[in-house]
């Protein structure tokens, strides 16, 4: 591949996919939903209808910043969709759920990536000391190929992360339309909204697979 094309995924292919989801969002996020619930009320209940009423909602800080803690059992909303009612708070707040759902019914996917979380979060760090001294030195080529090791760790969580998001958009969708949350009008609007997130993980996982396999080519030619 052409290092200027492969330069201009990894660059533009984030920017695109940050650019996508925070413009729906703001749309979305201006559309009162008709349901007229609030982020947090959607939530508890989707939570309440699925038995899962040992799941606290909180409210978080930041932008965006929405998710679900597996550990405390916690659907943290941002302060937006805590307290407003919207079609994109609606749709996020239902995917959050989606996620707790799935700790709930042990999804493999949820599991494997909790578990591979820790322990991606150290590998992914330590991979560049290890790739940046094999790059700079060619006779340790060895330490590169510690490196690219480490870091195929990574890039395995953010594999992982795909169906686990899709999954929950999926969950999200099936609650609020059963659960009379949204009207028909209303749902190919909070499908973009999730659409739009689920982006962000597409982009990432590209990402991390390109330049994986651009210091995997380094090494092999290198032999």
């Not at 009612?85 to 609606?90: D, E, F, I, L, Y």
């Not at 990536?113 to 590998?123: D, E, K, N």
């Not at 000391?129 to 690219?148: E, Y």
């Amino acid at each position: 591949m052409n290092f200027l094309v492969y330069l201009g995924i990894i660059i533009l292919l984030p920017l695109y996919a940050q650019f996508k989801v925070k413009s729906t969002y703001n749309k979305y996020s201006k559309v009162r939903s008709t349901s007229g619930m609030t982020g947090a009320q959607v939530a508890r209940l989707i939570l309440d209808h699925n038995g899962l009423q040992d799941v606290k909602v909180v409210e978080t800080q930041g932008v965006l910043s929405d998710h679900y803690n597996p550990v405390t059992k916690i659907v943290a909303l941002s302060s937006q969709n805590y307290h407003e009612a919207s079609v994109a708070g609606t749709a996020v707040a239902a995917h959050e759920v989606g996620h707790a759902i799935q700790d709930k019914e042990a999804y493999s996917f949820l599991r494997f990536r909790h578990r591979l979380a820790p322990v991606a979060g150290i590998t992914s760090n330590a991979s560049w000391f290890f790739i940046m001294a094999g790059l700079i030195f060619s006779s340790m080529n060895s330490l590169l190929g510690i490196g690219i090791i480490m870091m195929a760790v990574g890039v395995v969580f953010q594999i992982v992360t795909l169906p686990v998001e899709f999954n929950a958009s999926s969950r999200a969708m099936t609650q609020i339309v059963e659960l009379g949350i949204i009207r028909n009008e209303e749902e190919p609007h909070a499908k973009k909204v999730l659409s739009a997130a689920a982006m962000t993980y597409v982009a990432a996982a590209a990402v991390a697979v390109l330049e994986l396999l651009r210091l995997v080519t380094i090494f092999l030619n290198r032999d």
